[in-house]
């Protein structure tokens, strides 16, 4: 009573921040839990006349807290608008704008739409530096000029399974030009389809063939004859650009079909724009097939590796002034940040959210006021994941604690067969995390597909699994993946062990004879 606005806003303020700081213990148990304030004002006779409105008004505002995320304040009068404030703070957290990448955004397009095109160009650069963002961007902008884009994204998981990335690539195309799918195929040799049938999604695709009841070397030979065949009459069609992201983890097998295909059919037009997620700094980089890809083609094909690096300051101050858009942060605050994230734009963002979410950076409405109290800071990336799992709820843990172990893109479907429990129950969860920016949905670019944000996330929560629990979730996945492969075959075909591991990949110096008729006959060996 008699206190006006700021004064209860900055009074009730100090005890939020109080509250969420104060480290609380259980008397049973002695567990550490943390307790955060929403609060709700309304003020008399501004925002109501009668005591039950003025109630009434407060409890809106206090759900509006909630709402927001909560751990914050709200003003009856102003609640709607912060809220929608708010909210465009978030979607900018989500879909950060995007700056300081023009002159690299040029140099992509002008070899990928230069007269003879480049039919491979690789971003690199450090995690987080914005690659998958870059790719995005690039998609966007040769929409608009009419090119057909197919995104991708892999994960560790597609290594393990040939020809897996480029069923996924024919699959991704035939979604939209299903028509164009079902000529290619239909000009096949019998044996080639006979063979392709032994993916499920092809064969969903296909309908009904006879399978392959042996997996020797003329079975193998039509199979990388039939999807190397089908594939190439796919780009002679459509003249795609596929955008691959962390083309590191590709399989061997897809990386002889795509060598294949540059080095022996030159006037394919093939166009890759991929990413490499192993870091630059990295002196002991993790092996890859992409090596393989780029040593083989290195005498055919000039490669062009466009470089992402960190923000310098400035730029870092545009990125955090795009995101605020409508007030200024203050120099100390984003040299802080600079300093701290060394002008890693995912670290940036990731920092921005953890400090919004400690109240640091607060909404008083129309105002966002950087708080200039001493804050403790995260070290490093890694520290700011890590704590941010810790403080996931139970379900969110248990649930992404499973999608880690699978390892890459995935659907809710199978997540729901994964844990035993329904999709509804899975997408809620899924969705409070995609609102956290930890998933993408959508991001492979296939139906109903999510994927961890940053492969580093999905590596911090996977470090947390004690061995016998993720020996245990292996075995789950294993069993859920050959129950979703017997839905979708014949139970007469082989084993999935048998298949996916052992028969369909070439052999070690195995020669295979592509003939491609009428065209000449060649070779191409895998080792």
Known sequence: KGMDKEKVSNTWDTI?????????????????????TSIGI????????????????????LYSSKKLGRNRISFSKDSLAQVKEEKRIQNNLLKPPFIGRDKELGEIKGYLLAKEPHKMVLI??????????????????????????????????????????????????????????????????????????????????IGQAQDVSNWDTEARTNLFQGISELFELMLLELKPLLLI?????????????????????????????????????????????????????SEFEIVPHVKLKSFADHECRELIQ??????????????????????????????????????????????????????????DLRELLTNKFKNLDQEEKELLLAASGIGGNFKFDFLSKLK?????????IVARAVDKNIFSKDKAGSRGTLAFNNELARGIFYETIDPETKKNLHLNIANTLESEFKDNIDADLPSVDDII?????????????????????????FY
């Open 16 to 36: 939020r921040q109080i509250v969420s700081q104060k480290d609380f213990i259980l008397p049973q148990g002695g567990h550490h839990i943390n307790v955060t």
């Open 42 to 61: 309304a003020e008399y006779p501004v925002d109501a006349s009668t005591d039950a409105e003025l109630f009434h008004r407060a409890d809106e505002a």
């Open 245 to 297: 992201d962390n083309i590191d983890w590709l399989d061997e097998a897809t990386a002889g079909v795509l060598s294949y295909i540059i080095v022996s059919k030159r006037y394919t037009p093939l166009r890759i724009l991929a990413t490499d997620s192993r870091p630059d700094s990295d002196e002991t980089k993790r092996r890859s097939f992409l090596d393989t890809l780029l040593y083989e083609v």
């Open 124 to 205: 690199d650069g450090e995690m987080g530096c914005g690659k998958s963002r870059m790719l995005e961007t690039v998609a966007d902008s040769l929409r608009k000029q009419n090119v057909s884009v197919f995104p991708l994204a892999c994960s560790e998981i597609d290594k393990t399974k040939p020809y897996g990335i480029l069923v996924d690539i024919i699959i991704s195309i035939s979604y939209e030009h299903h028509d164009l799918f079902k000529k290619a195929y239909d000009a096949l040799a019998p044996k080639q389809q006979q063979a392709l049938s032994v993916f499920p999604k092809l064969k969903a695709l």
């Open 501 to 525: 591991c052992d028969n369909l990949a070439p052999k070690v110096g195995e020669t295979i004879t592509v003939s491609m008729t009428p065209r000449p006959e060649t070779s191409h060996d």
């Open 420 to 428: 035993k429990i329904n999709d509804g129950y899975v997408e809620d």
């Open 322 to 379: 795009g995101i605020f858009s409508n007030c200024s942060a203050p120099d100390d605050f984003t040299g802080d940040i600079t300093r701290i994230t060394k002008g890693n734009p995912f670290f940036i963002v990731e920092l921005l959210r953890d400090l919004l979410s400690r109240g640091v950076i607060h909404l008083k409405y129309p105002d966002w006021l950087f708080n200039d109290k001493q804050e403790k800071l995260p070290n």
